[in-house]
């Protein structure tokens, strides 16, 4: 019966973790997934977390079943961290939310409702996260790519962008990404946003902003400029929100779901359907990391530690970008990838080859994606030099 299925490669990001892990060279560098890690090269359990799963855990005296739609306290709270505690959707009945098992259950659900509302396709910038054509695909959308990075400057095309988005229309989604874009670093200004979301208002298309990486840019508000211009502009909007990266949750998956409907009615009627969606899926979302978050959100207090740091995180991947320029300006490659100081997030998307990369890990033992995408967090004090080194005699060979 299952003879016709072929043999798939595995995951190409998730697998350069076991690649890494039975690299036996003492020097080798991990710059693969994306995954935050501290100067030490450790991936922590933030203090805030590790208290809340604590209390969670004493609070807890059963397992059974809690509401699909989320844990208490998870997605109303999800929603204050993203549009702001001022916003006044939550109030206004226009947001339907829903728990789901991290950035990319929310993904998964959200195509399912375009395919639903009868969008036939996802618009999405080049490059875009690897996963992110198989989630559309996979929800039978047509997936449609357009201008985004400009290689020559490492920033936005934003004529050629612009012009694509100009062009969408109510059949289309735009998928958008929340600050640090994946696998780039390149994120639109605060003024180009709001050009794009005064585009979308006009045309008519629907906004998709994948939001997995808040508070890592600039900071919590800072970072949810995107979310909230776009809230603001337009009638109909889906966020969907991983706790992944910025409450270190990862293999907890836990995120959220967030559309924002014209009116009360339809958001009520875009919230059943996202869990209609779920239940194909899923029927719920795991409930601990979702626990977690709801504690500290709930906790004046705890939420001020996980802010503080959360704040460090995004000063210490600021600082293994600079260590890195820094380090470049020093070799031949000179400032030609000074970009890497202004981006942000943990990625950015270096010129090289797929054999290249391939050279890098060989004969470097520097592991990176094929697209020649670095997380930079595996940048540190004491192997920057090496790997500035290494780079410079792939890229100038
Ligand atoms: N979207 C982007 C752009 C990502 O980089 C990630 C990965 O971390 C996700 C979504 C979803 O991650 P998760 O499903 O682990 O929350
Ligand atoms: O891009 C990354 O490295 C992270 C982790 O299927 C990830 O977003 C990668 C692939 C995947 C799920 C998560």
Redesign the pocket.
């Known amino acids: 019966l299952f003879a016709n299925l072929p043999l798939l490669p595995a995951d190409p990001i998730l697998d350069l973790g076991r690649v890494f892990a039975i690299d036996n060279r003492p020097h080798k560098i991990n710059l693969g997934i994306?995954v935050y890690l501290d100067e030490q090269g450790v991936t922590p359990i933030m203090a805030a977390v590790a208290e809340a799963e604590a209390r969670v855990e004493t609070a807890e005296d059963t397992k059974a079943y809690l509401p699909p739609r989320s844990v208490p306290g998870f997605a109303d709270n999800i929603a204050r961290l993203a549009l702001g505690q001022d916003s006044d959707l939550p109030g206004s009945g226009r947001l339907g939310v829903i728990q789901t098992p991290?950035?990319?259950?929310a993904?998964g659900v959200s195509g399912g409702l375009m395919r639903r509302s009868g969008i036939k396709t996802v618009v999405m910038g080049t490059p875009t996260?690897s996963n992110h054509r198989p989630v559309y695909t996979a929800a039978g959308l047509a997936v449609r790519m357009i201008p985004y990075l400009d290689r020559a400057t490492g920033g936005v095309d934003f004529a050629g962008y612009r012009a694509a988005v100009e062009q969408l229309g109510p059949d289309d989604v735009l998928l958008l990404?929340g600050a640090c874009h994946?696998p780039t670093g390149v994120d639109l200004s605060p003024e180009q946003i709001d050009i794009i979301a005064d585009i979308a208002a006009a045309r008519g298309f629907l906004p998709m902003i994948?939001t997995?990486y808040h508070g890592l840019a600039h900071g919590l508000d800072a970072d949810a400029y995107i979310l909230r211009s776009f809230a603001q502009r337009v009638p109909e909007l889906l966020i969907?929100y991983?706790c992944?990266?910025n409450f270190g949750l990862?293999r907890e998956r836990t995120?959220a779901l967030i559309a924002i409907g014209k009116s009360p009615d339809r958001a009520a009627v875009l919230e059943s359907h996202m869990l209609d969606l779920a239940r194909e899926f899923y029927s719920m979302a795991p409930a601990h990391g979702a626990l977690i978050v709801a504690d500290i959100l709930g906790s004046p207090e705890l939420e001020a530690n996980w802010r503080s740091e959360l704040a460090t995180m995004q000063r210490s991947i600021q600082a293994r970008r600079n260590l890195l320029a820094d380090a470049l300006e020093k070799t031949e490659v000179g400032d030609s990838l000074s970009y890497v100081r202004d981006q942000n997030g943990m990625f950015s998307l270096l010129p090289l080859s797929p054999e290249q990369t391939q050279r890098m890990r060989d004969t470097h033992a520097v592991h990176m994606a094929a697209s020649g995408r670095i997380n930079v967090c595996g940048i540190r004090a004491d192997n920057v030099d090496y790997l500035a080194g290494a780079l410079a005699s792939t890229m100038i060979e």
Do not use: F, M, T, V
Not at 102 to 105: E, F, K, L, Q, V
């Open positions: 994306g991290g950035g990319c259950g993904l996260w990404h994946n994948d997995a969907s991983s992944s990266k990862y995120g």
